[in-house]
């Protein structure tokens, strides 16, 4: 298959609200070649980062949106603008394979369509984007509700903020301390030719200075290193582990954290993850089995502590709650098209549920660390808040580390580009049971 029409594909089920890149864009990468495969991934992850400014644009070049039936032809549009004004692909490579794949479409009528507003774009793109640069949506490519929550929450680092979210993120190692300390990895990767610096506040992250095929990494298969951004890799420290403890890694998949988790201190009793899909933790379980490690996997709603816990009080509480997925937008950058502003309340009393579920599985003295990868606070610092109000047994700990920006609760990571992804995490301690 031609790797604009699978790009197309993949993000034409996006637009329609019908899935995500993650589950629609593997269907597709199946059907091309595999010396395209990266160009394919590119084509979709790079339109969906600069619909907002592609869409504007070709609002200007149109007479009439297109139809819903039409979504296909969109997002074909939208792959072709994306050629001319952000890849080195040649115009009339870029042009002509495009208009191309409306055959394949059985939309043969959109030849012509998409033939006039791409060759238009070609000549026009530069003056048309300059009239509509005053538009904060175009000048960020964030779609407005987000541009304007940023802007409201983050008045003085939303511009930054936006710029973080359309670069292409960095690849992070995480080194098992397990087998060895990162300088000595460190040594590994200059010995094999590879450039690479430690990260700033993750004491076993290590930050590539381009990215390389994991599998070419020394020692990957192994279990010497796993790929997880240096913001995420906070958590196991933070949670101050000691031999013993009982931990709980609840919403876990991938499973990053988890393994983490066990090659921070490998005294523990033990450490159960949670998910709710058990398709999910499949990957838990591979990433689990490369690194030599087990952890006792539960496909469960977290809310539901009958269904899954087994009234054994746990020590130390991960909670990497769902949330809008708003400080990895870099990395996903469908969430643009995908996340709508009604999530984020609805998100944020799920949040609210999944905190007070798990409080009552957690010992007196206990630790719960609360995390997500939103930039957002209705669903960070604001939860905590509502928390600690409603639950006079929690008080609020300070956290052990110099990264990102102190809150009313908790403290904010905000993406950086070049550096960590967005994230937040607060740490709380059960001082007291509940009553009655």
């Not at 400014?53 to 979504?71: E, G, H, I, T, V």
């Not at 020590?315 to 990395?331: E, F, H, K, N, W």
């Not at 549920?353 to 660390?369: F, H, N, P, Q």
Request: hydrophobic letters at 45%; a neutral charge.
């Amino acid at each position: 298959m031609n790797p604009r029409l699978a790009a197309a594909k993949a993000l034409a089920a996006v637009l329609s609200g019908k899935a995500s890149l993650n589950s629609s864009l593997p269907t597709q990468m199946d059907k091309v070649e595999d010396r395209d495969r990266g160009f394919t991934q590119d084509l979709a992850f790079g339109t969906a980062r600069w619909q907002p400014r592609l869409s504007a644009l070709a609002a200007k070049l149109l007479q009439k949106p297109f139809k819903a039936a039409d979504a296909d032809v969109e997002a074909l549009l939208l792959v072709g603008l994306y050629q001319l004004l952000y890849t080195r692909v040649p115009a009339h490579a870029a042009i002509g394979e495009t208009v191309g794949c409306a055959d394949k479409l059985k939309k043969p009528w959109a030849k012509a369509l998409l033939n006039a507003v791409l060759r238009r774009a070609q000549r026009e793109s530069e003056a048309l984007l300059a009239e509509l640069e005053h538009d904060p949506v175009v000048r960020t490519a964030h779609p407005r509700w987000l541009q304007k929550s940023l802007k409201a929450f983050w008045p003085e680092q939303w511009e930054a903020i936006c710029a973080a979210n359309n670069a292409h993120p960095p690849m992070i190692l995480r080194v098992n301390r397990r087998h060895q300390t990162r300088d000595a990895y460190l040594e590994l990767l200059s010995q094999a030719g590879i450039a690479a610096n430690p990260c700033v506040y993750s004491r076993d992250g290590i930050i590539l200075d381009a990215a390389a095929d994991v599998r070419s990494l020394p020692g990957f298969a192994e279990g010497w290193i796993s790929v997880q951004d240096e913001a995420a890799q906070l958590a196991a420290d933070l949670l101050d582990l000691a031999p013993g403890q009982r931990v709980l890694d609840a919403c876990c998949a991938p499973g990053g954290k988890t393994c983490h988790i066990l090659e921070a201190e490998p005294a523990l009793a033990g450490v159960v993850a949670v998910d709710l899909e058990a398709k999910r933790l499949v990957r838990v379980r591979e990433n689990l089995e490369r690194l030599g490690l087990s952890a006792e996997l539960i496909a469960a709603d977290g809310r539901d502590t009958e269904a899954w816990w087994d009234g054994k009080p746990f020590q130390r509480i991960l909670l990497d709650a769902p949330c809008s997925a708003t400080g990895v937008i870099r990395r996903h950058p469908d969430i643009k098209l995908t996340r709508q502003p009604d999530d984020i309340a609805a998100l944020a009393v799920l949040q609210g549920e999944l905190l007070d579920a798990m409080w009552k599985t957690l010992e007196v003295g206990g630790i719960l660390l609360y995390a997500t990868c939103s930039t957002l606070p209705t669903e960070n610092t604001e939860v905590i808040e509502s928390f600690l109000t409603r639950t006079p047994g929690a008080r609020e700990l300070d956290l052990a580390t110099a990264a990102g920006i102190k809150q009313p609760h908790g403290r904010q990571l905000l993406a950086r580009e070049g550096g960590h992804d967005g994230f937040y995490y607060a740490k709380l301690i059960k001082i007291a049971a509940a009553r009655g």
